[in-house]
């Protein structure tokens, strides 16, 4: 069983979709290019809901998405099973990528997102959290003598909202 973001906080149950198509506009974004991709799960992010929600998306080994929707600070598959186990496609480790929103704006992992990390890190090539024109990533490897490694990359991207 595969419950990213696992603790013990119920997701919402009451979720107004503003966007009932916002999963296939994710999913159709996949094969753009990745800013694209990224540029269109935060835009679902913060308008295809009744309020900002975070978002994730997990990118399995064959490339299909496996997409769910939370609160404005919590996501996990709970509740959203369906996604995971009524697709034609059984999601196959590891995982390329593991990406989702912080919509209140920052992005940086979080002490539960730390913990999931630590849990999945052997399962996984990456995870990006994405924020108002951020966007952070933990790239996992395995060095040419063996060793693990995580390479952290931050991008903060010029709005021309900038203050004079």
Same mark, same amino acid.
């Given at each position: *069983?595969?419950?990213?973001? +696992?603790?013990?906080?119920?997701?919402?149950?009451?979720?107004?979709?503003?966007?009932?198509?916002?999963?296939?506009?994710?999913?159709? +974004?996949?094969?753009?290019?990745?800013?694209?991709?990224?540029?269109?799960?935060?835009? *679902?992010?913060?308008?295809? =809901?009744?309020?900002?929600?975070?978002?994730?998306?997990?990118?399995?080994?064959?490339?299909?998405? =496996?997409? +769910?929707?939370?609160?404005?600070?919590?996501?996990?598959?709970?509740?959203?099973?369906?996604?995971?186990?009524?697709?034609? @496609?059984? *999601?196959?480790?590891?995982?390329?990528?593991?990406?989702?929103?912080?919509?209140?704006?920052?992005?940086? =992992?979080?002490?539960?997102?730390?913990?999931?990390? @630590?849990?999945?890190?052997?399962?996984?090539?990456?995870?990006?959290?994405?924020?108002?024109?951020?966007? *952070?990533?933990?790239? =996992?490897?395995?060095?040419?003598?063996?060793?693990?490694?995580?390479?952290?990359?931050?991008?903060?991207?010029?709005?021309?909202?900038?203050?004079?």
């Amino acid at each position: *069983m595969v419950i990213l973001k +696992s603790i013990e906080t119920e997701p919402e149950q009451d979720i107004e979709y503003k966007n009932p198509h916002w999963r296939e506009e994710i999913i159709q +974004s996949l094969d753009l290019h990745k800013e694209l991709f990224y540029d269109t799960i935060w835009a *679902m992010s913060l308008t295809a =809901f009744d309020k900002p929600r975070e978002v994730q998306v997990l990118i399995d080994a064959k490339g299909h998405p =496996f997409i +769910s929707v939370g609160s404005p600070g919590f996501v996990s598959f709970k509740g959203q099973d369906d996604e995971l186990y009524e697709q034609n @496609a059984k *999601m196959q480790f590891p995982l390329k990528e593991w990406v989702h929103t912080h919509p209140f704006g920052k992005a940086f =992992f979080s002490g539960t997102d730390l913990r999931t990390i @630590a849990i999945y890190r052997n399962h996984m090539k990456e995870a990006t959290v994405l924020g108002d024109a951020e966007r *952070m990533t933990i790239k =996992f490897g395995v060095g040419y003598n063996g060793e693990d490694y995580q390479e952290f990359v931050q991008h903060a991207f010029i709005t021309g909202e900038e203050e004079e």
